[in-house]
């Protein structure tokens, strides 16, 4: 689409009708659109014409009706004269190729036909609900060109139908488009998901791909746990040492009972008294 705007500030003036509020200062405009389509398999052409005062379009030329129309009670006069005046509506008419089809052959559509511009491609996972298992995934697609695009969501490497939302692809402003794919799903462990993008601009399609983890929630209670058995471990090793040493004071060996001799037997036979004086 192309747009050549033309603004005409004019100061201390009033026009329109005598209804309409006295204004020291206005704004109206006049904008040319050229929208090229070939939604049915055949290149179509419209021409608008739209005049803007102080930001409302009060009336527009289009070549799809081949007429004026008034969009506010403002542009209804307007529409009705331009209407009445048969060379007007035949220049207009003739604007679809003098203007719009020359320009896009003799501009734009050198420019258009051959740019190639790639998408970038992201996921980013959400939950509307904290407390709900299901996760939204957005894939986002942007800054590409031309605008026709294919944007599918993967699940354990099959296509995924259900819970599935697919938006429209919005223009940037600057020659490229962005679009997004959802997908509503509650995840499990091992599930793999990704998101695939096919463009004119790719040799082979773009694959994004994304698992569940663990949540921080989860992740805490585990170290929890971990660190649970640690400290459970080193009480017991203190604990049974401190009952051990406890034993030993309780009950001593007995070379160290008072009264209490040990005699050790060396060789065979009967043992050995002490030697005789």
Known sequence: MGTWPS???????????SSLAA???????DKFECRFSNAT???????LYRYIYDRTEIARFD??????????????????????Q??????????????????YEKIYGPFA???????????????????????LLLCTAASFYPREIEVHWLKNGRLATEGVFYGEELHNGDWTYQTQVML???????????????????????TMQWEPRTSGSARSKVWMGVVGALLGMVYLAVGLSL????????FPAPSEMPGFSVVSFYGRGAPRGPPQS
Not at 41 to 47: D, F, H, K, S, T
Not at 88 to 103: P, T
Not at 123 to 135: A, E, G, Q, V
Not at 190 to 196: E, K, L, P
């Open 23 to 29: 204004s020291r200062r206005f704004l109206a405009q």
């Open 41 to 47: 398999g055949r290149e179509q052409v419209r021409l």
């Open 113 to 135: 036909h051959g740019r190639r511009v790639q998408p970038g491609v992201t996921i980013s996972p959400t939950k509307d609900d904290p407390l709900s298992p299901r996760t």
């Open 86 to 103: 048969e060379e007007v509506l035949a220049v207009k008419r003739r604007e679809v190729d003098s203007f719009c089809r020359y320009n």
């Open 63 to 84: 070549s799809a009706l081949g007429r004026y129309e008034a969009l506010t009670v403002l542009g209804e006069p307007a529409a009705e004269y331009w209407n009445s």
């Open 184 to 206: 509503e799903d509650t995840p499990q462990r091992g599930d793999i998901y990704a998101c695939q993008v096919e463009h004119a601009s790719l040799e082979t399609p773009i």
């Open 243 to 250: 009952y051990l040493r406890s034993r030993k004071e309780a």
């Open 7 to 17: 603004v005409l500030l004019v100061n201390g003036a009033r026009r329109g009708p």
